[in-house]
C-alpha cells in the first residue's frame, strides 16, 4: 500500500530541495571564480534576512497580526551575541564552538524580550499593535544607542551618559560604546553557517506551522471567537509564535553582527523594521518560501542596480520601486497567478504528452 504524501510535507521538502540547489550553486560560482566580490559580500546578508522575513512571516502571516519590531529583536541579538564573543574570544578561541553559543544567546535573548513584550502588547490588534511594536523597535534601537559599558577587575561598568562616567581602572576595555557600538567582534559568520542556520530554521518554521500549536495559531487568525469558544488559550499561543519569531530574529541579528567589523545601533532602525515586512508582503503573507525568495532577490537588486554603472546610479531607486510595484501587482492578483499558472500547467501537459509519445515510438 502506498503512503501518499501530504501536502504541507511536499511543500517544505520543495522548499528544503530549492535551497540546497542554489547552496551548491553559489559554491560552484565561488569556486570556480566566477562569482564577484559584491555577490561573495551579499551571502551573509541574504541569510540574515531571508532568517528575519521567514521569521516574522510566522506573526505577521500564521499569526495574522502586524508586528514592525522585528530590528528591535535583531539589535537585541546582534548585541548580546557580540558582548559574548568579544568577552569570550581570548578564552573560548574554537570559533565553531562559540559562535553557536553566541548565535543561542542572541536568540534567547530576544526570544525573552519577545514575551516580556508581548505579554501586555498582543492584547493589541491591527494598527495598534503595529504602532507599539514599531516604537519597542526604535527604544531598543535608541537605548544601546546611548549606552557605555566597560569592564575591569572590579565587575561590569554601565552609563546612559558618556564613557568617562564609567571610571574604569587602566586594565578595563569598554563593551559598548555608545552611538560607536561595539567593535572587535570576531566575524565567525559565513555563508555556510548562514545556510546551515537558515535551513534549521526553515525546518522549525515548517514543523511549528504543521504542528498542533501551528494549527491552533491559525485558528485563532481565521476565527479569533471561534478558537476562543472551543477552550484555547489565545493569549498562549500568541505569546508562543511572537516568542519564536523573535528568537529567530535574534539568531538572525547574531549572525548579522559577527559579518561587521563594527556593530552600531543604528543599523536597526525602523527602515530595516520595513524592509522586512516588504519581504514578507511580496513573497506572500503566510509564505514562507516566498519570503525567503523575496529577501534574496531585493536584497540583491538595489546592490546590482548599483554595480551596474553611473548611468543607473541617479534611477536605481526609481527602477527599484517600480520592481517592487510589479511584484506587488503579480502576488496580490489571483487572476495574474491564475494565468501563469494555467500557462504551467498546459506547458507541463504538452512536455509529458510529448515524452509519451516519444515512449511509444521506440
Known amino acids: 500500500m502506498k503512503h501518499r504524501i501530504k501536502p504541507a510535507t511536499r511543500k517544505s521538502f520543495i522548499t528544503y530541495a530549492i535551497m540546497i540547489a542554489a547552496f551548491i550553486f553559489v559554491e560552484i560560482l565561488v569556486s570556480t571564480g566566477n562569482a564577484s566580490n559584491m555577490f561573495q559580500g551579499l551571502l551573509v546578508p541574504f541569510c540574515v534576512y531571508s532568517i528575519s522575513a521567514a521569521a516574522l512571516n510566522l506573526t505577521v502571516g500564521i499569526l495574522g497580526e502586524l508586528s514592525l519590531g522585528q530590528a528591535g529583536f535583531m539589535c537585541i541579538g546582534a548585541y548580546s551575541s557580540a558582548i559574548f564573543s568579544v568577552c569570550t574570544k581570548d578564552t573560548i578561541t574554537q570559533a565553531w564552538i562559540r559562535f553557536p553559543i553566541a548565535m543561542l544567546i542572541g536568540g534567547i535573548f530576544a526570544a525573552l524580550f519577545g514575551v516580556l513584550i508581548g505579554i501586555p502588547v498582543l492584547r493589541l490588534r491591527g494598527d495598534y499593535l503595529a504602532i507599539v511594536t514599531l516604537a519597542f523597535g526604535e527604544i ?32 578595563g576595555k569598554m563593551l559598548i560604546n555608545g552611538a560607536l557600538g561595539i567593535s572587535g567582534t570576531p566575524k565567525d559568520s559565513t555563508f555556510v553557517i548562514g545556510f546551515i542556520v537558515l535551513m534549521i530554521s526553515l525546518v522549525i518554521l515548517y514543523n511549528f506551522t504543521n504542528s498542533r500549536t501551528g494549527r491552533a495559531v491559525m485558528s485563532v487568525r481565521d476565527n479569533r471567537i471561534a478558537a476562543e469558544s472551543i477552550g484555547l488559550n489565545i493569549t498562549k499561543y500568541k505569546l508562543i509564535t511572537f516568542g519564536l519569531t523573535a528568537f529567530l530574529g535574534g539568531v ?22 520595513i524592509l522586512i515586512l516588504v519581504f514578507v508582503v511580496l513573497g506572500g503573507i503566510g509564505n514562507i518560501r516566498g519570503s525567503v525568495i523575496a529577501a534574496i532577490v531585493l536584497t540583491y537588486i538595489p546592490e546590482a542596480l548599483r554595480k551596474a554603472g553611473s548611468n543607473l546610479t541617479n534611477y536605481r531607486m526609481l527602477i527599484y520601486s517600480i520592481i517592487l510595484i510589479i511584484m506587488m501587482i503579480f502576488t496580490s492578483n489571483a487572476k495574474i497567478r491564475g494565468f501563469f499558472t494555467a500557462s504551467f500547467m498546459r506547458l507541463k501537459g504538452i512536455v509529458f504528452k510529448n515524452k509519451s509519445a516519444v515512449k511509444e515510438g521506440e
Open 140 to 171: 531598543i534601537k535608541n537605548v544601546f544607542a546611548a549606552l557605555y559599558v566597560g569592564y575591569d577587575s572590579n565587575g561590569l561598568h554601565f552609563s546612559l551618559t558618556s564613557q568617562g562616567d564609567l571610571n574604569l581602572a587602566p586594565d
Open 252 to 273: 538572525a541579528g547574531a549572525l548579522f553582527s559577527h559579518n561587521l567589523s563594527a556593530l552600531q545601533a543604528s543599523k536597526f532602525d525602523y527602515n530595516l523594521s
